[in-house]
C-alpha cells in the first residue's frame, strides 16, 4: 500500500503528457504544460476537433481530470465520463435534487479507480471510474448551517481533501480529509473556532472557508490553501483584531491536519477579499539564491511571493489598483487603511467586492519567470449598516467600475511586465502557459485566445462563448489537444 501511495504522489508531482489527474493538473498549482507540438508559428491552424454538450442551465466551471483516455467534467450536481479522443458520453450520473446552493462547480478527483464527487448540499460522492455507480456517501458539512460545496477534491496520499463555502451564515472555516477508500474522517482543520471553542486571537470571527483546491509539497509534506473572509463580512467592529486564519494562506501536515505555519493575505478583512486564490509552487531564484516559493496573486490586489518553508514573505507588491492599504508591515502583509472601512455614508475602495483577480486560476511560465492572472483595476463603494446586525453579510457594496487585463508579474521584483486588455467588469478566464511561450485564456468578449507569453502579443482567437475557468492541455496518440469550458459546452482544439 506505502508504494502505492509514492507512486501516486509521484505522478502528481509533474504533469503528464497523456493526462490531468488533479484540478491543476499536479501539484505546483502552476498549470505549465511542457508539450511542444503547439507553437508561436502554428498556434493560429488549431481547429475545434469535438464540443460535448452538457444540456445543463449551469455553465462548466470545472477543469475536467483525464485519467486513462477518459475525460470526468462536472456541474453543480452532475458529472460525466466522456472520451477523450471522440467526446463520446461513456456515462453520467446526477445526484439527486437538492436545495442547497447552486453557485457552480470546479471539478473531480480521481484516485485508482475511484472518482470524487462533491455536491453543492455538502456531501462527497466516491464513484466507480468505470460505470458511475455509487460506491459510498459521506457528509462534508451540515448544509442546513449555511454550508455548500463547489470544491474540487485534492488527493494526496489516502487523502481526500474537501472544502465548503459559506458566508451568509455565521459558521466556522473548515478542510477536511476523508479516507479515500472509505469516506472516513481522518481530521477537519478548522480555520476559525469550531463551535463551542475558545480562541481568542480570532477575536470572534467565524468564517475563512476553504473552496478552492490547495497546492501539495511532497518533498516537504505540506498542504497549502488559501482560506476566505470572516464573517460577519462588512461589520469589522464586531470581531476586533487580526481575524487568523481568515483571508490566509495556511501550510498544513496533510496526514494529521496540523497547521504548520500561516500568512495573512488581508489582516481583519473588511471587504470580502477571499486569499482561496491558488497558492502556487515554484522552486527558482529569488535575489540570487535558490529558494522554495509560494506565490500568490490575491483578491485584494496583492502578489505575494513566500518562502514556502516556513511561511516568511520575500514579496509583497500590488498588481491592481489598489487603495485600501497604507503600508506593508514587517511580515509583509498590506496595513488597513480605517479610512476605507465600510461606512454607513459609504466609502470607494480599490479593489471592489469581485476582487482584483478570484477563482480564476493564474498560471506561471518558469522560462521567462512570468506569473500571469486574470487582473481587474475596479473601484466599489462599501457600506456598512448597523441595522443588519453582526451575522452574515452585515452590510452591501456595489461595483461602479472595472477594467479587466491578462496581466504578467515579474515574480523577482513584483513588476508587471506586460498586460493585456480583456474588457470591461471582472473577467472570469484562467491562465495555461506552455513550453512554447504561448499563454491560453479567455477575454470578456467570449475569445478563447492565444497571446505570446513574453509580450502578450495576440497570436490567435476563437469565439467560443464565455469561459469561467483555465484551459488544459494533453496529448493522446500524438495528437495534442487544448480543452476548455465555455457555456455549458466542453471544446477541444487541435492542429490539422
Given at each position: ?89 461513456l456515462w453520467h450520473y446526477t445526484y439527486p435534487p437538492n436545495n442547497a446552493f447552486h453557485i457552480g462547480h470546479r471539478g473531480a478527483a ?387
Amino acid at each position: 500500500m506505502r508504494a502505492l501511495l509514492i507512486l501516486c504522489i509521484a505522478g502528481l508531482a509533474a504533469a503528464q503528457s497523456d493526462s490531468w489527474l488533479t484540478y491543476h493538473g499536479d501539484y505546483s498549482g502552476r498549470r505549465h504544460s511542457e508539450l511542444s507540438a503547439i507553437t508561436p508559428a502554428n498556434v493560429a491552424q488549431l481547429k475545434q476537433v469535438w464540443r460535448f454538450q452538457t444540456g445543463q442551465n449551469q455553465a462548466i466551471k470545472a477543469s475536467p481530470i483525464l485519467k486513462d483516455g477518459v475525460l470526468f467534467l462536472t456541474t453543480p450536481d452532475n458529472i460525466w465520463a466522456i472520451d477523450a479522443r471522440t467526446a463520446k458520453e461513456l456515462w453520467h450520473y446526477t445526484y439527486p435534487p437538492n436545495n442547497a446552493f447552486h453557485i457552480g462547480h470546479r471539478g473531480a478527483a480521481v484516485y485508482k479507480d475511484t472518482v470524487y464527487l462533491t455536491t453543492p448540499d455538502c456531501h462527497l460522492i466516491a464513484l466507480n471510474a468505470k460505470d458511475g455507480k455509487v460506491k459510498w456517501d459521506v457528509i462534508i458539512a451540515d448544509s442546513k448551517k449555511g454550508y455548500w460545496s463547489t470544491n474540487a477534491p485534492l488527493i494526496v496520499g489516502n487523502h481526500v481533501l474537501v472544502g465548503v463555502s459559506g458566508d451568509f451564515d455565521n459558521v466556522p472555516g473548515q478542510l477536511k480529509s476523508v479516507d479515500a477508500d472509505t469516506g472516513k474522517t481522518q481530521w477537519i482543520f478548522y480555520s476559525t473556532p469550531p463551535p463551542g471553542a475558545t480562541e481568542p486571537k480570532s477575536g470572534g470571527a467565524t468564517g475563512g472557508q476553504m473552496w478552492t483546491t490547495g497546492t501539495y509539497d511532497p518533498a516537504l509534506n505540506l498542504v497549502f490553501v488559501g482560506t476566505g473572509n470572516p464573517t460577519p463580512v462588512l461589520n469589522g467592529k464586531n470581531r476586533p483584531g487580526d481575524n487568523p486564519w481568515t483571508c490566509s494562506i495556511v501550510a498544513l501536515n496533510p496526514d494529521t491536519g496540523k497547521l504548520v505555519w500561516g500568512f495573512q493575505a488581508s489582516p481583519h478583512d473588511t471587504h470580502d477579499w477571499d486569499a482561496n486564490e491558488i497558492p502556487v509552487l515554484v522552486d527558482a531564484n529569488f535575489n540570487g539564491q535558490p529558494r522554495k516559493m509560494l506565490m500568490q496573486a490575491s483578491r485584494n490586489g496583492f502578489f505575494f511571493v513566500l518562502d514556502r518553508t516556513n511561511g516568511k514573505s520575500l514579496l509583497t507588491k500590488p498588481f491592481a489598483a489598489v487603495n485600501w492599504a497604507t503600508g506593508i508591515d514587517a511580515q509583509g502583509r498590506p496595513i488597513p487603511d480605517p479610512a476605507k472601512e465600510p461606512s454607513r455614508d459609504g466609502v470607494l475602495v480599490a479593489p471592489n467586492e469581485a476582487g482584483a483577480t478570484n477563482f480564476r486560476p493564474p498560471s506561471f511560465d518558469p522560462v521567462s519567470g512570468l506569473f500571469i492572472v486574470n487582473a481587474q483595476d475596479g473601484y466599489g463603494i462599501y457600506f456598512y449598516k448597523p441595522e443588519d446586525g453582526s451575522y452574515g453579510w452585515a452590510g452591501a457594496d456595489y461595483n461602479i467600475t472595472g477594467r479587466s487585463f491578462i496581466r504578467a508579474i515579474d515574480y523577482r521584483t513584483g513588476g508587471i511586465a506586460w498586460s493585456h486588455p480583456i474588457g470591461d467588469g471582472a473577467g472570469t478566464a484562467g491562465v495555461l502557459t506552455t513550453k512554447t511561450g504561448i499563454t491560453f485564456t479567455g477575454d470578456n468578449s467570449n475569445n478563447l485566445l492565444a497571446l505570446r507569453t513574453i509580450d502578450g502579443t495576440t497570436l490567435w482567437h476563437d469565439p467560443v462563448g464565455r469561459m469561467q475557468n483555465a484551459p488544459i492541455m494533453y496529448e493522446l496518440d500524438g495528437k495534442q489537444y487544448v480543452l476548455m469550458g465555455a457555456g455549458s459546452s466542453l471544446y477541444a482544439f487541435s492542429l490539422p
